[in-house]
């Protein structure tokens, strides 16, 4: 699997190009700003889906323009749509920073248990309500063995998870999405966050003050 990290827009949230290492099209996780770079790191590359962890500003600022650019459908969870179709007064956020956000319509409406598909690549989502209504993760073993990857958006950061004091946030939510989705996952599995660096699930099920426990 072949995953490249940009931190992106004015909050420098992670957007994530992936795709099966193999060849074959790219998915792009939260082009939350600056677009040119994204276009720029994708070259060629065809891209199978512009999926969103969230509807927040800083992930879904570059959106418009990938999507036209590369004739992508846009997949967000079901939950979340009504946040990017109408922009930052029902909730994108981006008002609280003064940034106006384009009114995006989803192709794809996610709900717990999808598979998106890129080439050989298969990611599984994972619905982990908390931070927003409809945030999810993203959970892709490798087609060849190895680690596998999740994809956290602003659920789970190392050493953090994300705020629940936004419209739509719960404490308890998210501390429940936690338990129940990602808690099971291996402890190898490396977590790309939506701000921030790489963790493992073993690192922050040991040392997260956030992580839930028995």
């Known amino acids: 699997m072949d995953v490249r990290r940009m931190a992106v827009g004015v909050l420098e949230a992670n957007c994530f190009i992936v795709s099966d290492g193999a060849g074959g099209p790219a998915l792009v996780i939260d082009p939350g700003g600056d677009p040119d770079i994204i276009l720029a790191a994708l070259g060629d590359d065809t891209v199978a889906g512009v999926v969103l962890t969230h509807g927040h500003f800083d992930h879904l600022g570059g959106v418009a323009r990938i999507v036209e650019a590369t004739r992508a459908p846009l997949m967000v969870h079901a939950l979340d749509a009504m946040r990017i179709t109408h922009g930052a007064s029902h909730g994108t956020m981006g008002d609280a920073f003064g940034i106006d956000t384009v009114a ?20 599984k989502v ?16 490798e087609p060849e063995g190895g680690p596998a990857h999740l994809f956290s958006g602003d659920t789970l950061f ?29 402890e190898s599995t490396i977590v790309h966050p939506g701000h921030g660096p790489d963790t493992t699930v073993g690192r922050e099920a040991r040392l997260n003050q956030f992580w839930p426990r028995a």
């Open 104 to 123: 995006l319509v989803a192709d794809r409406m996610l709900e717990d248990g999808d598979v998106i598909g890129a080439g050989a690549l298969r990611v």
């Open 126 to 141: 994972l619905h982990t309500p908390g931070h927003t209504e409809g945030g999810i993760c993203l959970f892709a073993e």
């Open 158 to 186: 190392l050493g953090s998870v994300g705020r629940t004091d936004f419209p739509g946030g719960d404490a308890r939510t998210l501390s429940r999405s936690i338990a129940q989705q990602l808690a099971g996952l291996p």
